[in-house]
């Protein structure tokens, strides 16, 4: 992945700031076809989940989704990429099933966190032994969500499904165990009003707007890739 290297600092940086403040969440803006959705899972999640890059973290787990994904129940859609994400952390730790985690994300989502978290610090003490580390390495989800537009955009989303769902990723951001990423069409960006929760999770460092990228940046995505590949 080329030319969008001061974007993926920013976006970085902008991350690590919210998770300090304790809300680990940043929403990334642009106008259709900026690159939003490459940006995130071709260049900041190869980053970032690389040990040692975030000062305190050693291992990481991720997952993607949209929210078109499960639009009939987007809790359940968010709960099976998480649980993807976990994978057999998950399995030999909390033990989760999708529906449970949907539950709890729509009941109860800071017991969801936790449970998540019990997921990671299984998965931390397995690699403590596999690997004979001194200590258990700290152990992170990433939760990209694609397309958030959709929230707004699907008929068959109402306003009550979209509070809880950003209900429960106010949770997940604030439990210093999950951090999140979102990409969102520019248009849309006036509908964030509609739900006082993503207002907060925005505010400050929380919203990145991703410009088209520069002359300079598309010769860098055009020659760096050729030459990857051995073509000049």
Known sequence: FFGRTRAIADVRSALIVQARRGCAFLLVLGMSGAG??????????????????????????????????????????????ILGGLGAANDAGAGLSDTTLALLLRQSPEHAAAEIGKALQHGAATATAAQGLARPPVALLVVVIDQFEELFALADVDAEDR??????????????????????????????????????????????ELLAPSRGEIEQMVRAAASAAGLR
């Open 36 to 81: 939003k959705s490459s940006l995130l899972l071709a260049g900041v999640l190869p980053v970032i989940t690389q040990p040692g890059v975030v000062e305190g973290v050693d291992l990481w787990r991720w997952c993607s989704l949209r929210p078109s994904g499960n639009q009939r129940d987007l809790l359940l859609g968010l709960a099976r990429a």
């Open 163 to 208: 509070r809880r769902f950003i209900s429960a990723v106010e949770s997940l951001a604030s439990s210093a165990q999950v951090w999140v990423l979102a990409a969102m069409r520019s248009d849309f960006y006036s509908r964030c009003a509609e739900l006082p929760a993503l207002v907060r999770l925005k505010e400050g460092a929380g919203q990145y």
